[in-house]
Each structure stands twice: as C-alpha cells, then as structure tokens.
C-alpha cells in the first residue's frame, strides 16, 4: 500500500510544491526555451515525473510505473483513435478531391474579405476544429484566405484568433473526453459548464474579427451579418453542448453559422464590398498557390456528396451520444430495446476494464480511500469508432477504392505517430502527479491565494498549458486535476475551474508556438513566426482577460450560471 503525502519533503508544504513544480518546469523549459521536439519533451517529462514521485514522494517505483501505463493507454484510447480516425476522415475527402468542392461551396458566396473571414475562418475553421482539429483547421483556412487575395500575415492571424472559439470541443470533443479521465468528472458535466463560458466568446469573435480587419466604423457597417454569425453559431454551442455533450458543439455550431449566413445574405448586402486596398500586390507575392475557380461550376448534388462524409459523421456521432445507446455499446446497457441488446451484445465482446496491476485500489488518497485503477477499454463505445464507421461508409459514397482507403489510414497512422506518442506520454506525466500526490501538493498550495484570487486565475492555468502543448487536450491532462483539488478545498465548484481550463486554454492557442508554425508554414511565412506571434499576443492577452473576469463574476455574483 502507498499513501500519498501532500507534503512529502521537509513536512513542508511550499518546499514539496517547489518539488512538485520540477516536472512542470522542464516541460516548460523543454518545449519553450529549448525547443524539444513534442514527443521528446513527453517521454522526458515523464522521466522527471518519475524520478520526483519515487525519490521525493517516496512512491513505490513499480506503482510510479505502472501509473505512467495507465495514463498512456488512456491517451491511446479513446484520445489518440479520435485523433487518428478524424485526421482520416478528412484525409479521404481531400484524396477523392471532395475537399476541393467543399471548399468552393464555401468560398463562391461572397467577395466580401469580411464575410469571407466569417465563412472561412470562424465557420469552417470551426468546422475543421470538430471534426478533425490537430492543426488543420488554422492551415488550411489561413491558406484559402491567402489564395483568396489576404495577406499571408493577416490571413493567419485571422485564423488563429477565430480558431479561438471552437477549440475547447474540437477534434469531437476530445479536450473535455480527455479531462473525465485523470479528474473523474463526466465529460458531459464539464460540457454543460463550458456551455455557460465559451458561447459568450463565439458572440464576441465575429465582431473581433472583423474589427481588426477593417476598424470601427466598417465593422458597424457589417453588424447585421456579424449578428447572424455569432449568434447563430453560439445559440447552437450552447444547446448542443448543454443538453448532447462534447461531442458535436463544434460541427452543429459550424453548420448551422454557415447555412444561418448564407441564407441571410440572399436577402441582405452590405453598403459596400469590402476589399484590401493592397491585397493585388499582396496576393502576389504569396508562396502559396492561389485559389483557382477556372469557373468551376458544381451542381447541389456534387457539393451534397463532397459535404456527406461530415453529415454522417454527425448523425453516427449522435447516435453515439444517445446515453441508452452509449451504455449499450459499453456493456452497461440493462433495458428491454431487441436492439439495443443486440448491440450490448457486441459491446460486451469489445469492452474491457482490466486492473492496472499493483496499483489498483494500492493507493490510498488523502481521505486514506484506496483508489480503483483500471485500464478504460471501451472500443465500441469510443468516439473514435464511430468516426470509423463514418469513414467505411463514406467510402462507398466519394467513390474510393479499399487499397487507396487502407493506404490513406495506412498514410494518417505514419503522420500520427509522433503526435501520438507526445500525447501518450503527456498524459502519462499526468497520471503519475495524480497517482504520487504532486498533483494535490500544488493544489493545496494554489488554494492558498484564496477563493478571491484563484477563481480569477484559474483560466490562466489553461492558457499556460496550450501556450505550451499547442493542445487544449493536453493542457486539460496536466492541469485538470489540480484545478479540481484547488476548487474544492477553497469552495470553489470544481467545474467552472475546470470549464475555465478549456476555455482559458482556447485562447492560449492563437500565441502557441506549435500553432504559429502550422499557420507560417501554411502561408509561406516560415522563418517570420516571431511576426505573427507579435500579431496575435495581444488579443491572447485580451480574451484571457476577459475569461479571468467571466470565471471571477461566475464564482460570486453569476453563481447561478454554475449547473
């Protein structure tokens, strides 16, 4: 039996925190000053976390190990197959030329550079967010924008601060899944809290955008078309979010702003087309290719067919979603539905909870309760697999044949690897302060700023932690469990501190380093990253405020926003 000890070195809280901070550090130094490759400054976090749990927490070394296993098969499944199985999904779009038809069906509305920054950039970047994340959302909506006629420099920062709002549910959901399992906490439950936070953001986006494209007065020009944007998609955010989960906030929000716009502008036209004054000169010296229409006409049939894989994806997702069918497909179902049981059935035969040897209920907390330990396998019911089956049918729709469709998956596993092994790693580092009781030290020492202060810089931990990982997903590993401990022992609510990570992390994603790269590289800026990071810090800054006071009001005088 190994009992965690909060202040394992000295007997001295400050001194086991500053112990506890080690692992953290490093990663900090590994990825920030020292540039470290991701999946290197993993592996080698988790060594250092090791080494402070066995040295300094005196953590037995084979429940330290075994934690880490634990950790890293939770970030293969279900994280990492969401990640392998969305970046596929759009692959095989892309590889049938489908992709080029979504993009014209986006892209042929307007000639507007505003609208066309609501419909590029917030909306399908929002869309891309959902259903695939991992980069793609900001590259490839930054490079339309700059194929379209926008500066390379501007098409990019556009697209990191739009990328802001659908970051906390993107990738299917995958940065509030992740969170359930180091803090315990039901992914479903820190959605309905994230609805009360990010809609408010999705309002104020739009009009962000717009208004450091064109000023003041062209934005209130704009504001009718700016209302229908964000409304549409924060209304959707919110109900989606609340009442299905984290699944789907982000494709449902995106559709509905983007068919809301459109339709809009049938009966609705600004006073005037807005264009850059120098975009002529500015698209031509972009290092990317511009956009070709060659007066491309495609039929509603061609562009339904092209959009199909997305739609079905989104029906399966929501079955998914259904909760009878969610515990039918995880061997928990115990109703009468023929078909349901049938599907338990498979559920059953797909479905395993092993204990993670040595360390299951090996463990006692600080309430000396021993602590359940067990590999979470649920391969029918993850997310991922849904996702997949959306992928085998849409496989009969685009027209691909199974050795170019095994070949693509075969293309995404190789492309994946590395960050597959960043986030196995990260969230074993985070399975391992949760296991040794680092977690709890830093969180005890957090609470000491007091309910006044904390709530305030709660989404801070957040924005830290994507400024670093470059992923919402990773920074809800690292840091949900101390915001949970840090809540509860000053009476905070444990999930508004841990919505505040996700939403605090979204906007920690446009100043990331991983995400400037992906933008510059995307628009032919590369070696100018310092440029766009100067361009975007600024309005990090302005956001993260703003959630900083959102949380603050939320813990006090808006308490009854808490669900």
Not at 487 to 505: D, F, Q, Y
Request: with cysteine.
């Amino acid at each position: 039996m190994f009992t965690q000890n909060f202040t394992a070195v000295g007997d001295n809280l400050a001194l086991s925190a500053i112990v506890a901070l080690i692992p953290i550090i490093y990663f900090f130094w590994a990825l920030a000053i020292k540039r470290m490759k991701g999946h290197i400054a993993g592996l080698t976090t988790l060594v250092v976390a090791l080494v402070v749990a066995i040295v300094a927490y005196k953590m037995p070394a084979g429940m330290a190990f075994m934690s880490a296993t634990q950790g890293a098969v939770y970030g293969v499944l279900p994280i990492g197959w969401i990640i392998i199985t969305s970046v596929f999904l759009y692959k095989l779009t892309v590889k049938t030329g489908q992709f080029d038809i979504i993009r014209y069906s986006v892209t042929s509305i307007t000639e507007d550079r505003r609208l066309q920054v609501l419909l590029v950039a917030f909306s399908f970047g929002a869309f891309l967010e959902g259903a695939a994340g991992f980069g793609a959302p900001v590259a490839i909506s930054a490079a339309l924008l700059v194929g379209l006629g926008f500066n390379p420099l501007t098409a990019a920062g556009l697209s990191l601060v739009a990328n802001t709002a659908p970051v906390a549910f993107g990738a299917i959901g995958i940065p509030v899944i992740g969170m359930e399992g180091p803090t315990g906490i039901p992914a479903h439950e820190i959605s309905k809290m994230i609805a009360r936070q990010l809609p408010i953001l999705s309002i104020f986006v739009p009009f962000y955008l717009v208004f450091i494209m064109t000023g003041f007065k062209k934005m209130m020009e704009f504001l009718p078309a700016i209302l229908v944007s964000g409304l549409s998609f924060a209304v959707t955010q919110y109900v989606s979010a609340y009442y299905l989960g984290p699944e789907l906030p982000d494709i449902f929000s995106s559709i509905i702003s983007l068919v809301a716009l459109a339709v809009f502008l049938k009966f609705w036209k600004p006073k005037s087309t807005f264009k850059f004054s120098a975009e002529a000169e500015a698209a031509a010296t972009v290092a990317s290719p511009k956009l070709s229409t060659k007066q491309v006409q495609y039929t509603g049939a061609q562009i339904f067919k092209a959009w199909s894989p997305f739609l079905i994806l989104t029906g399966i997702i929501s079955i998914w979603g259904i909760p009878a069918v969610k515990l039918a497909l995880t061997a928990k179902y115990e109703g009468t539905n023929i078909i349901l049981k049938a599907v338990n059935s498979l559920g059953h035969a797909l479905t395993y909870y092993p204990e993670v040897p040595l360390i299951n209920n090996k463990i006692l907390n600080g309430a000396h309760q021993p602590v359940a330990a067990t590999y979470k396998l649920e391969i029918l019911g993850a997310a991922g697999t849904a996702i997949l089956l959306a992928a085998i049918i849409s496989k009969f729709i685009i027209c691909i044949s199974w050795k170019n469709w095994i070949i693509t998956f075969g293309e995404t596993l190789d492309e994946l690897k590395y960050p597959l092994l960043t986030i196995a790693s990260v969230v074993a580092f985070a399975f391992v302060t949760n296991a040794s009781g680092m977690c709890t030290t830093l969180g005890m020492t957090l609470a000491k700023t007091g309910s006044i202060f904390f709530p305030f810089f709660s989404p801070f931990l957040g924005w830290l932690g994507v400024f670093i990982t470059g992923s919402d997903t990773s920074a809800n590993l690292l840091f949900g469990g101390l915001q949970k401990v840090t809540a509860t022992s000053i009476g905070m609510n444990p999930l508004l501190a841990l919505a505040a990570n996700s939403s605090g992390g979204g906007v920690g994603k446009m100043i990331s380093p991983q995400s400037i790269a992906v933008a510059c590289a995307a628009v032919g800026l590369a070696g100018k990253e310092s440029d766009l990071f100067r361009f975007t810090v600024k309005h990090s800054f302005i956001f993260l405020i703003m959630f900083g006071i959102l949380t603050f009001l939320q813990n006090t005088v808006l308490s009854f926003m808490i669900p």
